[in-house]
C-alpha cells in the first residue's frame, strides 16, 4: 500500500525555525515527485511546491518562493518542509502528496494525500 | 497565473444528484482533477483526468468536461458524501510546473 506519513503537530512561537517531515512507503520513493499543501483554518488548499526525491530537483510555487524550503533525504525516504523564521501567518495544516503522472498526456495529480501537521504559530 | 472558480456551496437532498462546477481559462487545454475532503480529515482523489475515477471511489462519482467548466456529478447522494470538493489543474513545461486549486464547495445533504 502506497502511503505518507507526516509528523506530529508542532506548537512554536514566531521567529522560531522548524522542519517537519513526510516519510513514503510502499512505493520506488525516488521516483515520484511530492508536492506539499498548505491548508489555513477554514480555508482552501493552496500548493506549495514540489521535489523530485531522485535528485531533488525543486519547484516552488511563487507564492511561497522564498518563505519555504522543501528538500528530501532519499535514504529514508523522506521529505522535508522547513521554516527558518515562523510567523503567526504560518499557522495551518500542511500536507504531503504524491504527485501522479501520466508521461503521455502531461497530466498531473495528487495520490495518495499525507495524514497532515497541524503547525501552530502563537507568542 | 490562472484560476479556477467554484461556487462555494452545494445543497442536495439524499438520492438527488448533486453537480459541482469548476470554471477556468486553462481548462480546455489542460486536465481537471477532484478531490473530497471531510472534516479533520486529508484530502482524498474522486476523480483524475477530468473523468477518470480511481480504484475504491463508488461509481456515483463521475467528471465530466466541456469548453472551460468542468463538472462533478454525485449521483444519488448518500449522507456520507457532505463534505468539501476541489478542483484542480496543473500546468506543466520543461522546468515550469504550477498548480491550482479551486476555492473549494462545501456540499451539504439537507
Known amino acids: 500500500e502506497v502511503q505518507l506519513v507526516q509528523s506530529g503537530a508542532e506548537v512554536k512561537k514566531p521567529g522560531e525555525s522548524l522542519k517537519i517531515s513526510c516519510k513514503g512507503s510502499?512505493?520506488?520513493?525516488?521516483?515520484?515527485?511530492i508536492g506539499w499543501v498548505r491548508q489555513m483554518p477554514g480555508k482552501g488548499l493552496e500548493w506549495m511546491g514540489i521535489i523530485y526525491p531522485g535528485d531533488s530537483d525543486t519547484r516552488y510555487s511563487p507564492s511561497f518562493q522564498g518563505q519555504v524550503t522543501i528538500s528530501a533525504d532519499k535514504s529514508i525516504s523522506t521529505a522535508y518542509l522547513q521554516w527558518s523564521s515562523l510567523k503567526a501567518s504560518d499557522t495551518a495544516m500542511y500536507y504531503c502528496?504524491?504527485?501522479?503522472?501520466?508521461?503521455?498526456?502531461?497530466?498531473?495529480?495528487?495520490?495518495?494525500w499525507g495524514q497532515g501537521t497541524l503547525v501552530t504559530v502563537s507568542s | 497565473s490562472y484560476e479556477l472558480t467554484q461556487p462555494p456551496s452545494v445543497s442536495v437532498s439524499p438520492g438527488q444528484t448533486a453537480r459541482i462546477t469548476c470554471s477556468g481559462d486553462a481548462l480546455p487545454k489542460q486536465y481537471a482533477y477532484w478531490y473530497q475532503q471531510k472534516p479533520g480529515q486529508a484530502p482524498v482523489l474522486v476523480i483524475y483526468k477530468d473523468s477518470e475515477r480511481p480504484s475504491g471511489i463508488p461509481e456515483r462519482f463521475s467528471g465530466s468536461s466541456s469548453g472551460t467548466t468542468v463538472t462533478l456529478t454525485i449521483s444519488g447522494v448518500q449522507a456520507e458524501d457532505e463534505a468539501d470538493y476541489y478542483c484542480?489543474?496543473?500546468?506543466?513545461?520543461?522546468?515550469?510546473?504550477?498548480?491550482?486549486f479551486g476555492g473549494g464547495t462545501k456540499l451539504t445533504v439537507l
Open positions: 484542480q489543474s496543473a500546468d506543466s513545461s520543461g522546468t515550469y510546473f504550477h498548480v491550482v
Open positions: 502528496a504524491r504527485l501522479a503522472d501520466d508521461i503521455l498526456t502531461g497530466a498531473n495529480w495528487f495520490d495518495p
Open positions: 510502499g512505493y520506488s520513493f525516488t521516483s515520484y515527485w
